[in-house]
């Protein structure tokens, strides 16, 4: 199993603005997703997307995977300051058998 | 249920004390997994199970550290002889099963050892 890496480490952006975080990973995927979490709390999933997939939406997210450079990154348009939060990207190996966490980008939303 | 539950919320107990941390999953969800998160940490796997495989304790930190599951539903991870730095956040997971799907997790048991 192996681990993504997020960039930034921390993020502060004010409300209306659009946030970025990246994630690069090492190895062959099967799909990568994103979880959100809250306060230190439960993860909750974003969003998947999968090896053959280049760009997907869900509301105000959109997740963009380049496997070529073994990147990928979600990008929240319109923040709220409900989206503070932390933002985990965990890619999942062809023959791995669970989800692995890297540190994570702290996003801060200024209202 | 409607998502995964965890019991306690919150847990204080006193250094060389032992704990049990309970996790209910999604019914019908074959993989369960513990991670545990130290304060404005990632996540640290501690352990997994798929039905009735053996399970991965591969991530657990000591022997004081210890998980079963029953009846392929309920987990309870225990700790025993509890240390100062097993203070964190102890999360649980569930998926239909391991092949890259959506993972649920719990709220979390906060555990503070003092």
């Known amino acids: 199993s192996q681990q993504g890496e997020e960039d930034p480490q921390a993020l502060s952006i004010q409300e209306g603005e659009n946030a970025t975080m990246n994630c690069s990973y090492k190895?062959?995927?099967?799909?990568l997703q994103w979880y959100r979490q809250n306060s230190g709390r439960g993860l909750v999933h974003l969003i998947l997307?999968?090896?053959?997939?280049r760009e997907k939406h869900s509301g105000r997210l959109r997740v963009t995977l380049d496997t070529s450079k073994k990147s990928s990154s979600l990008l929240i348009t319109a923040s709220r300051a409900a989206d503070t939060a932390s933002y985990f990207c965990?890619?999942?190996?062809?023959?791995?058998?669970?989800?692995?966490f890297g540190g994570g980008t702290r996003l801060m939303v200024k209202p | 249920g409607a998502g995964v539950s965890q019991s306690p919320s919150n847990k204080v107990t006193e250094k060389g004390k032992d704990v049990e941390l309970r996790c209910d999953p999604i019914?019908?969800?074959?993989?369960l997994y513990w991670y545990r998160q130290s304060l404005g940490q990632g996540l640290e796997f501690l352990i997994y199970?798929?039905?009735?495989?053996?399970?991965?304790k591969s991530g657990l930190p000591s022997d004081r550290f210890s998980a079963e599951r029953t009846g392929g539903s309920v987990s309870t991870l225990t700790i025993q002889r509890t240390q100062q730095e097993d203070s964190a956040v102890y999360l649980c997971?569930?998926?239909?099963?391991?092949?890259?799907?959506?993972?649920?997790f719990g709220p979390g048991t906060r555990l503070t050892v003092t």
């Open positions: 997971a569930s998926s239909l099963g391991t092949a890259g799907l959506t993972w649920y």
């Open positions: 190895t062959s995927i099967n799909n």
């Open positions: 997307i999968r090896s053959n997939e």
């Open positions: 965990a890619p999942w190996e062809n023959a791995g058998n669970m989800l692995t």
């Open positions: 019914s019908g969800h074959t993989a």
């Open positions: 199970f798929q039905g009735n495989s053996a399970p991965d």
